[in-house]
């Protein structure tokens, strides 16, 4: 029996922390690029036996089973009937809606589409005859549009959701590029709108052990098809979630903005999500702040936090501005408006817009439907400044200092009504063009709270109507893609949460 130094297995800090470490010396990259101390390397000392029966196993590991037993040759042969798919390089963007990806079987360009059900009803495992036994069918005849309202549980955000692939037949991949041979990779899912966050370690406590997303960390999420169902499904549903209950999210967390796109190039969607997620702990603050009684130490908290929102706001500022600057590189607008559109599905927002792409309709309709929400918190933290301890407004000499570079105009309610209306004529081309109709329900639910808020002025019955019937177009686009979806026979590859 010899002792000898074991592998380096990564350094102390990477490896209390669970995640991949590079072995850099003197200290790892991984922990200088984040600002943590590097523990170092320690080598664990193993034994290794000699003997020609074991071959030279390291004595804490079991010997060779090379006979191998019954059920390790069956999941062996599982394996086999899974094929691994890969996505071609040059690697692109998540939010592109068709890649091409290869496996043993080939190469071929598949559609991404994501649909929220029931996984339980809604997957059904294919027959005894079938030739492959991961092979699945669907049943979403009663799919619906996603219900987006909060239900200020203290339970946390949850999300499962199961890959599928639908690949064409070998004869059509031959053919030119086109939607008659074009695959499908589909995300079914299934989340509450729970949003409830702890800070702790995910070890220390029962409720984060259970998330298995976040369990596996940021590093998990940097290839196909993780990387593309954690940026098209995961985040902007927990984001949302965040949003709509007013609570933090780990998703704030600076490695979990940075890591999973290390392979992956950003768009502006995913750069947008970035200064969103601080908004939830900002709410937070502020449901807090508000309700207090009207005092000099409210005032001050309030004045704080405004400053953190005039710091968000700049961020919002320059990254629109980055928009912009992308846009007029390749020659085109942003958005142009359609005329003369009538009916009474179009009332009151007769003239519609419309994007040079998808991705740039769901960017317009996030980013509008996220500063409504963020602009009424800013107003809500302007009222309990500018209240006296009296509850009348303060006089001309009283008035607090307010942080500089706040523009009290833009946070006026005529100005999210702008917003809201720019929400309104975006959904519209958000829907025909999108492949996952879900991601457009808590847009909607933030335009429709914020005209039920007009009801006591007695405005926005047209909005409301609108409202209204955009959603019974979201069920029937749901409904339109599971019937689409249905028709076809799938493999599952993946499974998360």
């Given amino acids: 029996m010899v002792g000898v130094p074991g592998k380096y297995k990564g350094c102390n800090t990477c490896r209390a922390r669970r995640v991949a470490c590079d072995n850099g ?128 549980g203290s339970e946390p955000f949850s999300l499962k959701s199961r890959c599928l692939m639908h690949l064409p037949p070998k004869s059509d991949s031959r053919q030119v590029a086109g939607n008659s041979s074009e695959g499908v990779c589909l995300f079914l899912y299934e989340q509450n709108y729970s949003s409830g966050y702890s800070n702790e370690a995910p070890w220390k406590i029962s409720t984060t052990q259970a998330d298995r997303i976040r369990e596996r960390g940021p590093t998990a999420y940097q290839s196909f098809p993780e990387h593309h169902f954690f940026a098209r499904v995961y985040r902007p549903s927990a984001i949302w979630a965040a949003l709509l209950n007013r609570q933090p999210t780990f998703l704030c967390s600076p490695e979990w903005t940075v890591v999973p796109w290390e ?60 928009v912009h600057q992308r846009v007029d590189e390749s020659g085109g607008p942003l958005y142009w408006i359609t ?55 303060p006089g001309p000499s009283m008035l607090p200092e307010l942080p500089p570079g706040l523009d009290l105009q833009k946070y006026q309610p005529a100005q999210t009504r702008i917003l809201a209306e720019n929400v309104c004529r975006s959904l519209d081309f958000a829907l025909q063009t999108t492949g996952q109709p879900d991601l457009l329900a808590a847009p909607l639910y933030v335009v429709s709270k914020f005209y039920n808020g007009l009801r006591r002025f007695g405005e926005g019955e047209l909005e409301r109507q609108w409202c209204s019937s955009f959603r019974i177009r979201l069920e029937a686009k749901s409904r339109e893609v599971g019937s689409w979806l249905q028709e076809k026979k799938w493999v599952e590859t993946k499974q998360f949460g």
């Fill in 25 to 152: 010396r003197p200290f790892c990259k991984k922990c200088t690029d984040y600002g943590r101390e590097c523990g170092g390397y320690e080598r664990e000392t193993v034994f290794i036996v000699g003997t020609q029966e074991d071959k030279g196993r390291c004595s804490s590991h079991p010997p060779r089973n090379t006979q191998g037993s019954k059920k390790a040759k069956g999941n062996q042969t599982r394996q086999a009937e899974k094929l691994e798919y890969i996505a071609n390089e040059p690697w692109q963007p998540a939010w592109m809606d068709v890649i091409s990806l290869s496996s043993a079987a080939g190469s071929c360009r598949v559609r991404f589409v994501a649909l929220q059900t029931d996984l339980s009803s809604a997957i059904q495992t294919g027959s005894p005859r079938s030739p492959r036994k991961n092979e699945v069918t669907l049943s979403l005849s009663g799919v619906g549009a996603l219900d987006a309202n909060p239900t200020f």
């Fill in 339 to 393: 005329e003369g559109i009538t009916g009474a599905a179009h009332a009151p927002f007769p003239d519609t817009f419309n994007f040079p792409s998808p991705l740039m309709g769901l960017v317009h309709v996030y980013f509008s439907a996220v500063l409504i929400s963020f602009h009424q918190c800013v107003y809500g933290l302007l009222d309990a400044i500018f209240e006296s301890e009296s509850g009348s407004s």
């Fill in 263 to 322: 392979r992956h190039p950003r768009t502006p969607l995913d750069d947008l999500l970035d200064i969103v997620v601080l908004l939830p702990s900002i709410f937070s603050r502020a449901d807090r702040i508000v309700p207090l009684d009207a005092s000099l130490s409210r005032r001050m908290k309030a004045r704080d936090l405004l400053s953190n929102c005039v710091n968000i706001e700049r961020q919002f500022d320059i990254w629109y501005s980055m």
